[in-house]
């Protein structure tokens, strides 16, 4: 069993919907990571978090310690939005443990 | 801006070829990282340096070595390359290794074993 998990794997929906991805961990954190890779490959960090939400645009992060689970929301989604998106958790020294991404299209 | 910058967006390389991948960080950083993306796996950590001349294995470092000889430079180098390597491979920097700051990464190198 992954340490990591995200769901849902793959979503696709429609310009202007609003967007939850979910991610559920089991190890120990300091940090969860919320990271946006683009089709070609690179990867850009969108979020570090340890506690509470985060806001930067239309994108929202929040953590919640107690349950181990941390959630992404993007509202008014846009073409643009189209990505991977992947939950890493790191638990100090700089060991992370990333999910397996889910694949977000958003269709105009 | 942090920029990391690897040495190919692509490459495609024969099964037993030493093959090396090269990653430049231009802030600093003391942290370097190579990690290899592949479906359904998500990143996996190959090997990771916390300075010059320094390096720990990571998850998966069968196969392949590491080589930092200057701050800005993390080379991954696969000794004989096989089949089973081909991937997408990805570097990442990042400044302080106990405060859980963000790794940037580079645009990847995806290569092909043939």
């Known amino acids: 069993k992954n340490e990591v998990e995200q769901s849902p794997q793959n979503l696709t929906a429609q310009e202007g919907e609003f967007i939850t991805i979910n991610c559920s961990y089991s190890?120990?954190?300091?940090?969860l990571h919320w990271l946006q890779q683009h089709p070609g490959g690179g990867i850009v960090s969108l979020f570090m978090?340890?506690?509470g939400k985060k806001k930067h645009g239309r994108l929202i992060a929040t953590i919640n310690i107690q349950e181990k689970h941390s959630s992404l929301h993007i509202t008014a989604s846009h073409p643009r939005d189209s990505a991977v998106y992947i939950c890493?958790?790191?638990?100090?020294?700089?060991?992370?443990?990333f999910g397996t991404g889910t694949k977000l299209q958003v269709i105009p | 801006d942090v920029k990391v910058t690897q040495s190919s967006r692509y490459l495609v390389k024969r099964t037993g070829e030493k093959v090396f991948l090269e990653c430049v960080q231009d802030m600093d950083h003391e942290n370097m990282f190579w990690y290899r993306q592949d479906p359904g796996l998500g990143l996996r950590l190959i090997y990771f340096s916390y300075d010059v001349k320094m390096k720990e294995k990571g998850d998966i470092p069968e196969g392949y070595s590491v080589s930092r000889e200057k701050k800005e430079r993390f080379s991954l180098i696969l000794e004989s390359a096989s089949t089973n390597q081909t991937s997408m491979y990805l570097c990442?920097?990042?400044?302080?290794?106990?405060?859980?700051?963000?790794?940037?990464f580079g645009d990847g190198t995806r290569l092909s074993i043939l």
């Open positions: 990442a920097s990042s400044s302080d290794s106990h405060s859980n700051q963000p790794q940037h």
């Open positions: 890493a958790a790191s638990g100090g020294y700089q060991k992370v443990t």
């Open positions: 190890v120990g954190i300091s940090a």
């Open positions: 978090l340890s506690s």
